[in-house]
């Protein structure tokens, strides 16, 4: 009988053993630094990554290392962060470009947008804006769109890209309005701008945040902006919903992590990521950018997800819109 118990006692400890490693491991993630995958060069995602990377750092007691791996409309980075190892050491930022409309418009996809990632939390959602020169005579949306029925297929409008949200958004706005525009990619919000400011393109169609300081400071108009309601920014810019009834394309950024992660890891990460969006000084900073924090579950934002990948599948198709 003792040597029964004393067998038992024995199994008991061995076990006990066993355990304690996987719990400490669970306990103490992470224990290194994390590895954040930007897929887009410098601008608003890169800014977001770092805010949120920065605040996060404090929390988890480990630096959040934001790598940056532009190309491909971001398919490069968000391919890198969907084959790496599970381990919650390597995540990435993901867009509605990555995450959402690339599935639709680029014959080769080397990852799967709903099956090759854990999606961690949606962390910001933003307006994109109508922006046009100063000498254009239309002064609202309504004028607008009356001015390009006139002139059908004369008017450019450009965009971050083909495929891009701001090159959707576009299209978006010629199918509810059944009006005919040219699209003229450039490769960013800078030359966006530039363009702009030149006479060289007349509207054109980007993130809020890097439209705004040139209206503010009047050397080009926003219209409207493509959120339902407006702006709390700039509150006296009107919705294009207010002239176009449902017209809405929000650039958002979210967390990924690879497929696999432990789900542990995922809602720590969950966690401190949706603390960090709320917490006062990124609230702020994001309010001056004109960005919404949101810092959902992720059970909501993959949900949130499948339905984006509808919503601009259904526009890319109807545009035509394809990149070999």
Known sequence: MTKALSRMAVAAAMLSLTALPALAQGRAYPTQPIRVIVPFSAGTSDTVARLVGQQMSQTLGQPLVVESRPGAGGNIGSEACARAAPDGYTICLGTISSHAINPSIFVHMPYDNLKDFAPITQLAAQPNALAVTNDLPARNVQELIDL????????????????????????????????????????????????????????????????????????????????????????????????????????????????????????????????????????????????????????EFRTFIASETQRWGNVARKADIRVE
């Open 148 to 299: 390009i029925k006139a002139k059908p297929g004369q008017f450019n409008y450009g965009s971050s890209g083909v495929g891009t949200s701001i090159h959707l958004a576009g299209a978006l706005f010629a199918q509810m309005t059944g009006t005919q525009m040219e699209h003229v990619p450039y490769r960013g919000s800078g030359q966006i701008m530039t363009a702009l400011l030149t006479g060289e393109l007349p509207l054109a169609f980007d993130n809020f945040s890097s439209a705004w300081p040139f209206a503010r400071e009047g050397k080009i108009r926003v219209l409207g902006v493509t959120s339902l309601t407006r702006s709390p920014t700039a509150p006296d810019i009107p919705a294009i919903a207010e002239t176009l009834p449902g017209f809405e394309s929000l650039s958002w950024h979210g967390l990924f992590a690879p497929a696999g992660t432990p789900p542990e890891i995922v809602a720590r990460l969950n966690k401190e990521a949706a603390a960090a969006v709320r917490s006062p000084t990124i609230t702020a900073r994001f309010q001056e950018l004109g960005i919404t924090p949101v810092g959902n579950t992720p059970e």
